[in-house]
């Protein structure tokens, strides 16, 4: 009963407005105060439908999404949300950073976070953003963007000689190469080994180990197009090339040596006597195993530069002497 008595003087002090002559104007701007003030006589101070629009819009639920959107209202309304709204962080609105609730914070983290931070990490260390990226810096001579030590780009972004076959050899086909201090690379086929001398990267400096000096446009490099030749060539042979035949091999392991060898001239193209065997120990064991303490600056050594191992001394002997 009190609703329509408080609504009657309101419609009454409105039609006595409009009967002074006030233009429907004027009618119009009363009515749009009253349903400013909350002076509707059709709702109540606690209608469902008042409480369900704040909760809406002040809520915590809905404070991510406003946040998200930078709107004004949402400014305007920051100290409701941080009083009222449950998700709301300790720091105040949702505009305040990345100290807000948990629907910012999943924001903040997916966007200016420690996602970020990771990937900014990761792009600027070392390893990612030097050799082996993938893009060619201006000290990089190659880059194919992998870390194979066996292909045609270095660990360090230089060229360097490729067999085509970038898997690594077995040891019993890179036993001779590794006599000689020289990298083992698989043949194509993966059937043999080839060495090669990296340091050695001219022909004098080829000539101090049993590779063979080989240029880039000579005839062993185009008959075979699946290898790769640094600059003007590289120092190589084929591991063939440094083993004894077939009988003298079965001398020398006879006799317990570990490999047989050929006694190869400085430019590995012929040989400067009988095959060699070597025992792998030491001086005090030599000479029961049955070879000869040699050293680089004997007479033997000197008249046969690639009997011993890289220039060390070694325990070897002629398969003729066994």
Request: aromatic share 4%; hydrophobic share 30%; proline share 7%.
């Amino acid at each position: 009963m009190t609703r329509p008595n408080r609504s009657l003087p309101v419609r009454r002090n409105l039609s006595s407005v409009l009967t002074y002559g006030s233009t429907p104007l004027l009618a119009i701007a009363l009515l749009g105060c009253f349903s400013a003030s909350g002076g509707n006589p059709d709702s109540g101070p606690g209608t469902d439908s008042g409480d369900a629009d704040t909760s809406a819009t002040q809520g915590g639920a809905t404070a991510p999404t406003s946040s998200a959107s930078g709107s004004d209202n949402v400014d305007d309304s920051s100290g409701m949300t941080t009083s009222d709204g449950p998700d709301d962080g300790p720091d105040g609105g949702p505009d305040d950073g990345p100290d807000d609730g948990p629907g910012e914070s999943s924001d903040t983290t997916t966007g200016d976070g420690q996602d970020d931070s990771a990937t900014d990490e990761s792009t600027s260390d070392g390893a990612v953003a030097e050799c082996g990226n993938g893009v060619l810096d201006d000290d990089e001579v190659c880059d194919d963007g992998n870390l194979n030590e066996l292909d045609a780009c270095t660990l360090t972004c230089e060229e360097q000689y490729a067999s085509g076959n970038d898997f690594p050899c077995p040891a019993d086909l890179a036993e001779h190469c590794a006599y000689f201090a020289a990298q083992c690379r698989l043949t194509e086929n993966g059937e043999e080994s080839i060495c090669y001398w990296a340091d050695s990267t001219a022909a004098p400096a080829c000539d101090d180990t049993p590779g063979i000096w080989t240029p880039s446009d000579s005839g062993y490099a185009m008959a075979h197009p699946e290898m790769f030749f640094p600059g003007n060539g590289a120092c190589i042979t084929e591991a063939p090339n440094l083993e004894c035949s077939g009988a003298n091999a079965t001398t020398c392991d006879n006799a317990g040596a570990a490999l047989c060898l050929q006694s190869l001239q400085p430019d590995g193209l012929g040989t400067t006597g009988p095959d060699i065997c070597w025992w792998d120990v030491n001086e005090g064991a030599c000479a029961g195993a049955g070879g000869v303490w040699t050293t680089p600056a004997s007479g033997f050594a000197q008249g046969h530069p690639n009997a011993l191992p890289a220039g060390a001394a070694a325990c070897i002997t002629q398969v003729t002497n066994l």
